[in-house]
């Protein structure tokens, strides 16, 4: 064997000896921050040990081809390049593996498959010539490995069965308008645009998008939405962050949301996300019913082909008013649409000005325009209308018979216009009529079925209305300030977007109910920090689910601080100003400067106040993630005094000990001060052991402060 052969095998037998000791303590590994990037070559390195490995399945095809010589050290040469970057993937990806976001069973067998592939490989490598026979034992062994590694991190990366969906029968759901607008518009999109990251098996950020429930629970960032305010709802900050910015959803390289897509969710959490609200209960109006209309129902004016000629650039623009906007329905289509708007500015000439375009005019929206019974004449000049709104105008409707030679009209909507019975019998003789919107028409509910009954080729849209049977389940309540930390003056205040809600909360760690818990006021009242428990209750609703929120007291500001004991070296935040610049550190990231990680001793921190500030209490805040390894310290003490060399314990505390894991928390103690000190130390002692029901149990944890607010 030359020389540089046995050092390429000293090599393989190193690395993979590295690789088994990293897989079989991977649990009590941490990776240093310079380390990490090469875990995230992982996804781009594994490409070379496919090709590799599938161009050995072709050399030993071919085998009879090459002269024995030739192959020998062909084979050799791919064998044990492909053994290096097997090995060197498989170690990338543990590195990767010790990232949060990924579900553990998941990440098991993933490193299971890969793992054996690497032994497999090398097995191919080292007993090829002292076992030859076994060969054809040990590839088809190592593909099938590849295969399963390769599907099993498909699945990881882009959700579950991403391999094998494209050969995958399954049934496109069509869209529904009798079931919720959540089910039929809402949830699709997150379906198909974000459950690859969030479902049960990969919890990203620890957000599941498999269930609503599970979406109500929302993540380390708190729910996805906030119900009535978009533009401060996660899932829209995120989708509207440039595609490079790391925390852009969905990620670069994933199917992304289109801008349809967006307008929709937003729309849809400005309307305050109601989960249970009907399609059939929109209003013809409502820009989400447009917005709905346009993805999913499909458009027969815009998908037909027609006959008619283009009205000309001139003509589109001699009837286009201030008052009225005309426009082509689709590109490329001759087909145009007319809005009015102003109704102060309304008259009959306002419709007789669209003869010009009356061949083109296919649909014609009314709304809200002081249009009377006589005015449908007019109508009539439109032979190929097809869709015709005068929702809240000033017909009864006793003559829409008149309309019967529009011979295309399949939608009408009649919403908010008083309808008579009479208006009702003049439908009968609207033959190409299919849908119809009657909601708050001043018809009964009787007369509506029974000429629905009568006419079953019309769908009949009456709108949402209630029996006794019909409870609905309210929103949660929501924070008013942006991230609970309140200054001097400001206030812990709750809201909720509908009127006549009661708000009951808790401060004690119970859950509140519609009978237990304070009735919530102005504010919340408090010294320091608090974890408070809230729903909110209406008359003949059902209680919402419940919500936590945290909240920081911070009067004043510290003049300056000082780090007695070093942090670890992972976790520097910024050094002493890292606790006293009013920032709360960002939960989904550890290695955010505004965190002060401590392992091997204990954090020693002091901080001076200003001479004007009278301080009565301190909160020292600290981060739960117990699935990293990040407990509630030990205890904390607070020294204070007059003098920093000469200080007095005042105070100790230690939190309550974890039980299970809770994912990732903000938690805190206060710390009343009976008088005015200048100057205040704070001692937080890691826990020495994790407890026995903890994964690493024995082992040191750390502890993580991110602030030390002054009350």
Known sequence: MTNWKKWIDYLLIGLLAMLLFLWIFDHQLEVPVYIQPLGRMHPLLLHLPIGLFISIGILLVFKKELSPESYDKLFDALAAINCLFAVLTAIFGLFLSMENGYNPDQIAYHKWSGILFVVLAYSLYFLRKKQENKMKFIYPSALLSMIAAGHLGGEITHGENYVFAPVMQTEEKEFDPSISVYESAIFPILEAKCLSCHNDKKTKGELNMSSLEKILKGGEDGPIWVPGNALNSHIIQMANLPLDDKKHMPPKGKPQLTADEIALLTQWIRKGANTEILFTQLKPSDSLTAMIQKKYMSNSSVEKNYDFAFASESTIENVNTPFCTVVPLANG???LKANFFVSARFDEKSLEGLKKVAEQLVELNLSKMPVKNEHLQTLTQFKNLEKLNLNFTNIDGENL????????????????????????????????????????????????????????AISLNKGYIPSAEDILKINSPNMVSKNGVLKKGEKAQLKHSLPNVTIRYTTNGESPDTLKGSVYENEIPLDGFARVKAIATKDGWYASDEKVFTFFKSNF???????????????????????IDQKQGD????????????????????VKTKAADTVSGITVSY????????????EIQVWAGNDKNNLELVSRKSPTPLTKNTGVTYDALNFSLSKKYDF???IAVPLAKLPKWHEGAGQRGWVFIDEIYLY
């Open 623 to 634: 981060l739960n993630a117990s699935n990293s390894y990040i407990m509630p310290p030990s």
């Open 401 to 456: 018979d008149i309309l019967k030679t529009c011979k295309n009209l399949v939608s009408l909507s009649l919403s908010g216009s008083k309808i008579s019975s009479k208006g009702l019998k003049a439908l009968e003789s609207l033959e190409s009529l299919k849908v119809v919107y009657l909601w708050n028409t001043g018809l009964s509910v009787k007369e509506i079925e029974e000429f629905g009954k009568a006419h079953p």
């Open 587 to 606: 939960k989904n990231n550890f290695k955010d400067f505004a965190w002060l990680g401590y392992k091997q001793n204990n954090a020693e921190i002091l």
């Open 333 to 335: 289509s001759p087909a």
């Open 557 to 579: 500001a510290a003049e300056s601080a000082w780090l007695l004991s070093p942090p670890d070296k992972q976790y520097p935040g910024v050094g002493p100003s890292t606790v």
């Open 680 to 682: 205040i130390k704070v």
